[in-house]
């Protein structure tokens, strides 16, 4: 059964760092690529970033471009989010997301497996 | 990085039709057939209902559709049930490699 469970969240003052982890099981971590997805209390979806298959590629939104960093440990089954300089609009339920596929290292465009998120509070 | 916009609200009675806009620019829903749509019940994660514009993963009951045309993709409910009511996303691939939702609409039934 696919898993995706993330870690990592919390409460964290404006302008400090925290790292999300995303352990994945019951599927080929190395096929896919995985995105974060966040949703800031009572609001909708925001895409925050995308790491490629085998880590070689990666895009950010511009709301965290230059803040954010995401990775990931194919050996592990593990993806990582490392949130720098964080700001109180950076508040938000953080998703670790699969994206499907059909050929390895070819996109597919959205999301067939969602975890079940974690709480970042940015607050003084 | 604009949303793209959905209608807030929609409500239906039970064995209804109805249908959520979901408009964007041709940087976006226009330029791609990269659109999908999402469920997300009160404190559940999202759940994907369709994707590619038309295209229905397996498991998802047939009463879900989608369509596209120009900017602006659509998703009916058919034969609405009290388990649609929840709150519904679009989604699309958007030119510069990112993604971009819909501002989402809370469906009632």
């Known amino acids: 059964q696919v898993q995706l469970v993330e870690s990592g969240g919390g409460v964290v003052q404006p302008g400090r760092s925290l790292k999300l982890s995303c352990a994945a099981s019951g599927f080929p971590f190395s096929n896919h690529a995985i995105h974060w997805i966040r949703q800031a209390p009572g609001r909708g979806l925001e895409w925050v970033a995308v790491?490629?298959?085998?880590?070689?590629?990666?895009y950010y939104a511009d709301s965290v471009k230059g803040r954010f960093t995401i990775s990931r440990d194919n050996s592990r089954s593990t993806m990582y989010l490392q949130l720098n300089s964080l700001r109180a609009e950076d508040t938000a339920i953080y998703y670790c997301v699969r994206e499907p596929y059909l050929v390895v290292a070819v996109a597919t465009f959205y999301f067939d497996w969602w975890g079940q998120g974690a709480l970042v509070t940015v607050s003084s | 990085q604009s949303a793209l916009t959905q209608p807030a609200s929609v409500s239906g009675s039970p064995g209804q039709s109805i249908t959520i806009s979901c408009t964007g620019t041709s940087s976006d829903v226009g330029g791609y057939n990269r659109v999908s749509w999402y469920q997300q019940h009160p404190g559940k994660a999202p759940k994907l209902l369709i994707y590619?514009?038309?295209n229905r993963p397996s498991g998802v009951p047939d009463r879900f559709s989608g369509s596209k045309s120009g900017n602006t993709a659509s998703l009916t409910i058919s034969g609405l049930q009290a388990e649609d009511e929840a709150d519904y996303y679009c989604?699309?691939?958007?030119?510069?490699?990112?993604?971009?939702f819909g501002s989402g609409t809370r469906v009632t039934v």
């Open positions: 590619e514009a038309s």
């Open positions: 989604c699309s691939y958007r030119s510069g490699s990112s993604y971009v």
């Open positions: 790491v490629s298959n085998d880590g070689g590629t990666i």
